[in-house]
Every structure is written in structure tokens, then in C-alpha cells.
């Protein structure tokens, strides 16, 4: 979407969404004083909207964009706008869009942050973890789940880390989106007759998954992953919901899995 490629210039970006926006190149056609006031008027009258009003009026500024949730946001006549798992900000005739973090000053807290992570968040006991493949390091006293590509290189570093740290029980959800091969060698895992041996055999030690043939449920674990928003691999997630993208250092990992054996 175009406005990632402009945010990379500044943290926060305002755009307004004039009429020009419909083709920058043709110039727009003069209006008579009177319906510029009227417009002027109408645009003014508009402070609150529904988050329905809020994305038919998106939409017709973006045909094709699909707006995945509108809610209101504290500060009146400011509305956020989720598509996928970016967040934007739009006042209610959505002439213009915020794409940023949205503070609140009184508590010093980012609620872009905040309402990221809870977008994030996963019932671990709602997982169809019979579709993962269950690994045990020393006496698996934690749970986690992670999305793992067989070829993604964070993924095999990130299972050297859980070596050194042990007694935790992994369920991956093979995710196969870097290349075709990934695909076959999920395959090849999942049909093993030791998942579990096969899968650290490939990831640890860089032993290639023996060719096997079976009916592995990957539109199944393509589909968990988009509900849930993977958009890479890694993708963790602990016992209490909370999720991390991307591999974690043995230190994060040991100092996240402690707090939650407090919090237990």
C-alpha cells in the first residue's frame, strides 16, 4: 500500500485526501464560489460519524483497499482505521489519515503499541495443536507455539536458542511461504513416522527430511496463519497469549518464560 512506502520518511505522516488525489496529473475543474462554500459547510457540519460512515467514506477514497475494523478512539472526531495489522487515523470525513503512534499524554502511554499487542494476542488453548508438530526440550515445563517456515534461518537459529534454554514442549505449525521446497519439506516432516526427529534432525543439524507421502492438512495451517495475521516467520506464541515476530536471544527467551512461571 502506498502510504508505507511515504510513512518510511517520517514516524508519523499526515495526507490529506483532496480531490486531486484522483489523478495528480489533470488539474481540477474550477467550481463556482457558491458550491465551494457549500462544500466548505457540509465538511464542517461533520464531526462524528459511524464506523460504517467511517469505511464506505475509506473505501471510496481507496477502491480495492480493504478495511479489516473501524472503531472509535478516545479523542473525539478521531477514528482508527485497521487494515490487516496497520493501524490509521482518520478524522471523521476522512480528508485526512494519521499513519503513526497515537499517544496519550495524560498516561504517557502508546496506544498504537498497545492496541497492536492486543491485536496480536492468541488463546493459546483455542490452537489446533493436532496439527502441530510437538517437540520436547529437557522436561517441557513451558508451552509455546511458534509458525516456522523449514527454510526460514531465524527459525533454525531461534531452535538452537530453546536447546540451550530446554524444558520447554514447542508445537510447530509448519507454514511453508518462502519457496516451493518449503512446501515439500513440510510435507516430509509431517508424514514422517517421528515428526519430532525429523523436524530437529532438519533444524538443528541440517539433516534433509527423508521423502514421504501423506495427506498433511497445509490449507489448514495456511488458513490458522492468515486468520491470525502471520506475516513472517517466526512467529511465538507463549502460553499467556502473547505473542513475538520474529527469533528471540536465549536471554529474552529465559527472562519471558520466567515471568510467566511467576505469573502462574
Partial sequence: MYWKSLAAAGAALLIGAGPAWADETQPSAPQPEAAQEAVRQEVTA??????EQIQER???????????????????????????????YADANVDFLLQGALIDTQSRKDLTAQRLEELSRVA????????AVKQVYGDGTHQLAVFEDPNCGYCK???????????????????????DDSTVKSRNVWCAKDQAK????????????????????????MALGRRL????????????????????TQ???EEKLASLAKGS
Avoid at 493459546?124 to 496439527?131: A, V
Avoid at 537459529?157 to 519457496?179: A, C, M, N, W
Avoid at 525429523?198 to 507421502?213: C, F, H, I, R, S
Wanted: charged share 25%.
Fill in 46 to 51: 461533520v464531526t462524528i460519524a459511524t464506523p
Fill in 58 to 88: 475509506f473505501e471510496a477514497r481507496f477502491p480495492g483497499v480493504e478495511v479489516s475494523e473501524v472503531r472509535d478512539t478516545p479523542f473525539d472526531g478521531l477514528y482508527e482505521i485497521r487494515i490487516g495489522r496497520d493501524l490509521l
Fill in 124 to 131: 493459546f488453548s483455542d490452537l489446533p495443536l493436532e496439527i
Fill in 157 to 179: 537459529r531461534f531452535h538452537k536458542t530453546l536447546q540451550e534454554v530446554g524444558d520447554t514442549t514447542v508445537y510447530t505449525f509448519l507454514f511453508p511461504i518462502l519457496s
Fill in 198 to 221: 525429523v523436524w530437529k534432525a532438519w533444524m538443528l543439524d541440517g539433516e534433509t527430511p527423508p521423502e514421504a507421502e501423506c495427506d498433511m492438512p497445509l490449507d489448514d495451517l
Fill in 229 to 248: 495475521m502471520v506475516e513472517g516467520t517466526p512467529a511465538i506464541v507463549f502460553a499467556d497469549g502473547s505473542r513475538v515476530n520474529g527469533a528471540m
Fill in 251 to 253: 536471554e529474552a527467551l
